[in-house]
């Protein structure tokens, strides 16, 4: 049994196992590498060993489930001998042309506690000769709870000392293993799948990394997706710089108590009608054409973070709409694309200029690459303006 009373238990992952279709549950992936961490362990006394044994009594240890799951547990260990998985979808693994499909476990044998498992050929092969892998962290496994943030995870670990390659959004969804109609609005996908992944990986205290994405677009559809890496500071620096933004946040908070605090949060996609205040309690709260509201833990963070790094944005001030267009959107860019008659792409790059209001809509004033400059025909929402696909 592996002693799960540590904050690091290391298993070196084949990379070609890594990117695999992400089909499988969270409670099946993280028994996988459990069973593989198991079954490596084994080869260290006999290379030979095809069979390998566990207890149910760890597994359920590991997911904290309890000794009285074991029914369950076996439907799982069920549904991973039948799942046929794709691998080494990016092709990390060139030098061998590695590529197919295979179920993750071969079969096993549940009796009176006991689970006798074996893998398919492929991965035997893997655990044999793992020339190109990545040190997955079982500890930093067991607190994910997502199956989306385990398997984004192994992808980062995997590319830990290079860069995560851009991705298609279609090769991103068939390594978290989302079928094409699930979460067919991106902002859903978004939300439910690529913020809800990074967030859990960066508030886990066992991973020693923080992952931050930017999306790329075509024709104003966003069509990749690249993840970045940003190794955590040292702990001192750390502790000092949460010492400091804690001084800093209690002091703030004593001067403004029972007061409003600020408004002009573009940056953070809140408009100029989110007024931001901290309630007699001491938290933060908004309100949103008089609405008020008490900030969840997360967005509250979010925010004090930002306004430590910015204080100078702690004020109220007196914006409208054309305002904030002049000044957070005056001056950025913006790709216009068109196709020749023989199929062609041509991509311009035109300057916002100005914007100027006719009840409530906005027209913008675009500068061309010569210097001409134009009014669009069409106006636009305060909205639309915001979600235009700008080019920094």
Known sequence: MLNMNTNEIIIDKHSSSIQISNKISTIQRKSYNYMLKVAKNEFKNDRKLREFTITAEELLLF?????????????????????????????????????????????????????????????????LDPKMFAKINLVAIKGLRSRYSIALYELAEDYINVKIPKMSMSDFRLLMGIEKEKYSKFSMFKRRVIDMAVDEINQSE?????????????????????FIVHKKEN?????????????????????????????????????????????????????????????????????????????????????????????????????????????????????????????ERFFIEIEQEDGTRFWTQKSFSFEEILEMGFVE
């Open 206 to 226: 066992h991973i020693n990394f923080k992952l931050s994405y930017e999306l790329e677009k075509t024709s104003r559809k966003i069509t990749h997706i690249k």
């Open 63 to 127: 997911f904290d489930m309890g000794g009285e799951n074991h029914a369950h547990l076996k439907k799982e260990l069920e549904l991973l001998n039948k799942t046929i998985v794709t691998y080494n979808i990016l092709g990390k693994d060139k030098q061998n042309k590695r590529w197919g499909s295979f179920t993750l476990i071969a079969g096993f044998e549940y009796k009176n506690g006991i689970i006798i498992y074996s893998f398919p050929h492929q991965i035997i092969n893997m655990l």
């Open 235 to 359: 702990t001192d620096q750390t502790g000092e710089k949460q010492k400091n933004f804690y001084r800093w946040k209690n002091l703030i908070v004593q001067k403004y108590k029972e007061q409003p605090l600020c408004n002009n949060l573009t940056e953070l996609k809140y408009l100029k009608w989110t007024l931001f205040f901290i309630d007699k309690n001491g938290f933060l709260g908004k309100d949103v054409e008089g609405k008020r509201t008490i900030l969840e833990k997360e967005e509250a963070f979010e925010i004090w973070e930002f306004l430590f790094e910015n204080p100078h944005k702690i004020e109220i001030v007196p914006l409208t709409q054309l305002d904030i267009l002049r000044k957070d959107f005056r001056g950025k860019k913006i790709e216009q694309i068109t196709t020749t008659a023989l199929g062609g792409r041509v991509v311009t790059v035109l300057e916002l200029k100005e914007f100027k209001e006719e009840n």
